[in-house]
């Protein structure tokens, strides 16, 4: 059969659309949307924008009913799981050189106060993530993942490693950092009337040192540990570990340098953004009223909980509520350093509910899916 030029013409361009060109053209799509969603939340401020906007440009476009064979975006256009680990060993490194090591010691003067405030914000966020299971708005644990307050990243990190579904982890963890955030910085504003302290210059491409030598090596011993132990988000946990404990012992001082962070965040951000269906997607809206309903009620608790600390302890009430805010350490400590408080208290405890959240949440997950289990199959 002779094909002539009307059978021929529809076929060039279909197969071209299939090459390694069209997948360039969405890669070059996926990151001019990243870059311009990521400045403007960062133009407002947002936590985390870094990472926000890359998984939300990633969740535009593998969530926009391209990914059919029909369509433009192709179902290949993902990255390669070492490259998502080595973005897990870069955020551990990193938290691990801002968790303020010297403010631990304070948390011995008073210790009962700083268990009072960390164990009842994670056992009201526990609470709160065993009726959601119970409740079924979220498969399996990921709501108990999803409502752990704080260390967002390292939730949904550890979240995937054991098996929950770390793309409702992440709209969940997000929505509770953005919400907490907003609510301290009104409250910070509107009632103490603290004024604005702009941010500090970055430096995004600062000159080789014995700082980034030490990161580096930081996240190369995360990425052997992990893979030859298999321990679950061991790229993660293992340099956050052994950064912090070598740092305590004055032994290093290492820096990640901010380009390497926002690759991070941005590898990140698209792994999760890419997973994404329609289905999920209409998943999530319609367990929003849900969640929003949850994370005020746990934001409420936390005011509770400040109250009873400011009236029973020698400590003021704005500084309380900064200390027990359920999530978004660095944004809380952003705000508490443009208002009259206690810093050291304040991020002496959101630094121990952070470590305590690392050592119980693999746990607290495992026993409310397990009870939940045994519920309904009872």
């Known amino acids: ?70 369509h433009v975006l192709p179902r290949s256009m993902g990255l390669p799981r070492g490259v998502f680990t080595f973005a897990q060993s870069v955020v551990g490194t990193m938290i691990a050189t801002t968790i303020p090591v010297e403010t631990l010691g304070s948390v011995m003067l008073d210790l009962p106060v700083f268990l009072f405030g960390v164990i009842s914000v994670i056992a009201a966020s526990a609470w709160l993530g065993y009726v959601l299971t119970k409740r079924q708005v979220l498969p399996g644990a990921t709501a108990v993942w999803g409502s752990t307050p704080g260390a967002a990243q390292a939730m949904v990190f550890l979240a995937e490693a054991n098996g929950a579904d770390m ?9 509770r950092v953005g919400m907490v955030a907003a609510g301290a910085s009104l409250i910070a504003r509107f009632w103490v009337g603290a004024p604005d302290v702009p941010p500090p210059p970055i430096d995004w491409f600062p000159a080789p040192d014995l700082a980034l030598l030490q990161a580096c090596g930081l996240m190369a011993a995360g990425m052997v540990i992990g893979r030859v132990f298999r321990i679950p988000a061991g790229e993660f946990l293992s340099p956050l570990l052994i950064g912090t404990a070598l740092q305590a012992l004055g032994l290093i001082s290492p820096e990640v340098p901010h380009w390497l962070l926002a690759l991070a965040f941005a590898v990140i951000g698209w792994t999760i953004g890419l997973r994404f269906t329609k289905a999920i997607l209409l998943h999530a809206w319609k367990a929003l009223p849900r969640l929003v309903f949850s994370i005020l009620l746990l934001m409420t608790l936390c005011a509770g909980f400040a109250v009873v600390i400011s009236f029973t302890m020698d400590v003021d009430l ?61």
């Open 167 to 175: 793309r409702l982890v992440a709209v969940m963890q997000y929505l």
């Open 318 to 378: 704005l500084t309380a509520y900064l200390a027990t805010s359920p999530g978004g350490a660095d944004s809380v400590a952003v705000i508490a350093a443009s208002s009259d408080v206690d810093i050291a208290f304040v991020m002496a405890m959101q630094t121990l509910r952070f470590v305590l959240v690392l050592i119980s949440g693999p746990m607290i997950a495992k026993f409310v899916a397990k009870k939940v289990g045994a519920l309904a199959q009872g």
């Open 1 to 70: 059969m002779t094909i002539t030029s009307e059978t021929a013409s529809p076929t060039v361009p279909a197969q071209w659309l299939r090459g390694p060109l069209r997948l360039g053209v969405m890669w070059l799509l996926l990151l001019a949307l990243s870059a311009l969603l990521a400045w403007g939340l960062e133009l407002v401020h947002l936590p985390a924008a870094l990472l926000l906007g890359p998984m939300a440009a990633a969740i535009t476009l593998a969530a926009s009913g391209l990914t059919s064979a029909n």
